[in-house]
């Protein structure tokens, strides 16, 4: 139904900045919450930022203060911005659809998401 796309992510050095894009394209669904999900080498994959229909935002408190969710509808397109990166920060980005649902915390259930991208690589060097 809907297709997804991100960008943006590169090699730098910590106390550096990226900002990721995930392109939308098909049939997009304006009561999707746009997730940000990160795979660092080795660990599992989390959830990083959200935003829902409404626009209400919510972050991963590892990347509270740093970094910034954002969604333009009339270019079907989400964003994320990270300052001040850290070596930890490095990680497979992914960014996902997620299903709406009156269940509280629903952006972050990735079994609920109906469509991935491929995933953009942000590498933070010492």
């Known amino acids: 139904q809907v297709q997804l796309k991100e960008s943006g992510g590169g090699s730098v050095q910590a106390g550096g900045s990226l900002r990721l894009s995930c392109a939308a394209s098909?049939?997009?669904?304006?009561?999707?919450?746009m997730t940000w999900f990160r795979q660092p080498p080795g660990k599992e994959r989390e959830g990083v930022a959200s935003i829902e229909p409404d626009g209400t935002t919510d972050y991963a408190n590892s990347v509270k203060g740093r970094f910034t969710i954002s969604l333009d509808n009339g270019n079907n397109t989400l964003y994320l911005q990270l300052n001040s990166l850290k070596t930890e920060d490095t990680a497979m980005y992914y960014c996902?659809?997620?299903?709406?649902?009156?269940?509280?915390?629903?952006?972050?259930?990735?079994?609920?998401?109906?469509?991935w991208g491929h995933g953009t690589l942000v590498n933070v060097s010492s």
């Open positions: 098909g049939h997009t669904n304006n009561k999707y919450c």
């Open positions: 996902a659809a997620v299903s709406f649902s009156w269940v509280r915390g629903y952006c972050w259930n990735q079994m609920n998401a109906d469509a």
